[in-house]
């Protein structure tokens, strides 16, 4: 049984750790909600008892063995370490520490053995990359990958609870055949839109969100060598992210092949019957906690590339989901660091 601590209860992705605790069983001890001053005060329901969200001081980290953070990377920079200090294990789903050598960045399906060399923290990886490295880890165990072209179609949950209020406000306004209210969140109407920008633009052409898909890729699956060529696409669609994926192999995989990899890979569910027109919908992953794949085909241009289509929940699989299954590996590795 664990003391936890939940930072960030109240967004999108916290109240998602928070009911991913009770749906998993997660042996827990104690809990507390903390939260950076703003926050604080708010009441959070869990098991059925209702808690107030406290400031989060060093004070209320003592004695916490795991704490689950989904904060801005500010707070994070600030606190994780401090947690880290007093003996906790952070679950960090900011990007603070994602690239920190000193950091595993863990996909419990992909690279559960990395929460062995944690030093108090872990971070939890971007969505985009999160639902991606599930589905390219078995094609990249029997045929290594030598190359990724991504292109996301991101719901707007993926900025948090502002990104779900401004979608609704425009498209309440639409219906109503009002005028649309000025973005702020976005750069521009998400509503009739898909914004090709995820963050801000880097020197390089890329945005942030874009690099993440690069660098983190090659954190998470250990490999340096593999490219990664990404465009981040936000689009008019509440939950769950979609991404099309051509990816290039040293050895040509078929289709047939690449199902039965995924049929038996944790994690993954195919939904690909295109002449029933089956395949993953964002609609139908919203509240589950798999990895979907469909549209599989080979890529008519390149012998040795596949194509498929991959849709997740990016609140649940793409963060809170992943999160508490990274804090259940903590759990194996009894009576070392959890
Ligand atoms: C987004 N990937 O969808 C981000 C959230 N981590 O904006």
């Known amino acids: ?146 190359r990724v072209v991504v292109s996301t179609y991101q719901s707007v949950s993926g900025a948090g609870m502002t990104g779900i209020v401004e979608l609704e406000a425009q498209t309440g306004a639409g219906v109503r055949n009002e005028p649309i209210p000025a973005p702020s969140k976005f750069a521009h109407a998400i509503l009739g839109n898909c914004l090709p920008q995820i963050d801000d633009f880097l020197p390089n052409g890329y945005t942030k969100e874009e690099m993440k898909m690069v660098n983190e890729t090659r954190k998470i699956l250990g490999d340096a060598s593999i490219d990664v060529c990404p465009t981040c696409v936000r689009v008019p669609v509440a939950y769950s992210h979609s991404e099309s994926i051509v990816v290039e192999t040293e050895r040509p995989i078929t289709a047939e092949e690449a199902v039965a990899l995924w049929m038996k890979a944790p994690g993954v569910t195919v939904v690909d019957d295109p002449a029933n027109k089956r395949y993953p919908l964002a609609s139908d992953a919203v509240g589950r906690d798999d990895v979907f794949v469909g549209r599989i085909r080979s890529d008519l241009s390149n012998p040795n590339a596949l194509v498929f289509w991959c849709v997740s929940d990016n609140l649940r699989k793409g963060a809170a989901t992943n999160a508490v299954q990274i804090a259940e590996e903590l759990l194996k590795l009894e009576p070392a660091r959890a």
């Open 1 to 146: 049984m664990k003391n936890v601590a939940v930072v960030g209860a109240s967004g999108a992705v916290g109240e998602r750790m928070v009911r991913l605790l009770e749906e998993r069983n997660f042996p827990v001890a104690s809990i507390k909600f903390l939260a950076s001053e703003r926050s604080a005060g708010k009441s959070v329901t869990f098991r059925g008892e209702k808690f107030v969200i406290q400031p989060i001081t060093r004070q209320a980290l003592e004695g916490v063995d795991i704490v689950l953070s989904s904060t801005p990377a500010s707070v994070s920079r600030e606190w994780s370490p401090i947690a880290a200090a007093v003996g906790a294990v952070v679950i960090d789903n900011s990007s603070a520490f994602r690239m920190d050598p000193d950091v595993p960045l863990v996909v419990p399906e992909v690279n559960p053995q990395d929460v062995l060399w944690n030093k108090g923290i872990i971070a939890n990886p971007n969505c985009s990359t999160i639902q991606m490295v599930v589905a390219l880890k078995p094609l990249h165990d029997v045929a290594r990958i030598r």
